[in-house]
């Protein structure tokens, strides 16, 4: 009977292993298609989170070829392109975001690891790096502001929240009237699209008046469990209420994305990482 066992618990331990392997080297396609306010023409948006200096193929060329076959009209790249270590190159990212900035509008928001690198000592000059080689690449991130796009009837919004709100095993509010104090009022007769790196603020970027909000930081929650979800958020909540997918707050919609690469751990399990394509329109109906 004990051996048994231990053959039953080798083999399902092979399997997970198996499946961490693949989930951390693969990618899926998730795509998401909404109605929203303004919009005055159909839109595709594919959205890239939480890189994390993964490469799919050399020098993404991978994700490149994926991007380019489903023809985006514009790409979001909703922060953690980069990973906050210093023995980490990020060549490989900006190759990709270089490429992907001569053949589309990029549209880019910081996350907190794009943050800290420019926040603390102990990462020396890496954040200068950064912001040397993302010139080179030509995309200006949206560091609290906008870019309207008039013929499309939309408004792009690149939040950046303080990076001490990104702590572990706890989490203050956003301090009153912070989301306007970054932002703005936000723009009327507009589909107003706020790139938010971290999701758990949703019930504010609503309030503050977001149509749809695009984001990512949680990974899926690491590992996935049927029925229950992600388990583990960076900022170590268990089974954090926002995981990945499609959620909603009064006429507000967030799509989550779970994700393109890891970091501490780099693990993945139930849980491949996504490239996330999101058609707007003003078509009645959506579906997942
Ligand atoms: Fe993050």
Redesign the pocket.
Known sequence: MFAVLCTVLAVLAVACLWVILYDTHHFVTVKYSLSLPFVKKDTRIVMIS?LHNYCYGKENGRLTEAIDALKPDMIVLA??MITSDAREKFDGTMKLLKRLNERYPVYYAY???EQKIQLYKKYENMGKKFEKALEETGIRPLRNTHVELAERGITIYGLEIDHSLYKRLSRDPLPEGCMKQLLGAPRQETCRILIA?DPEYFPDYAGWGADLVLA??IHGGIVRVPFLGGVIS?SLWLFPKYDGGLFREGTSTMVLGRGLGTHSPRVRLFNPAELVVVDIGTQKGEQN
Do not use: C, F, K
């Open positions: 939480d922060g953690d996350g907190n690891h790196h990512g930081h960076p």
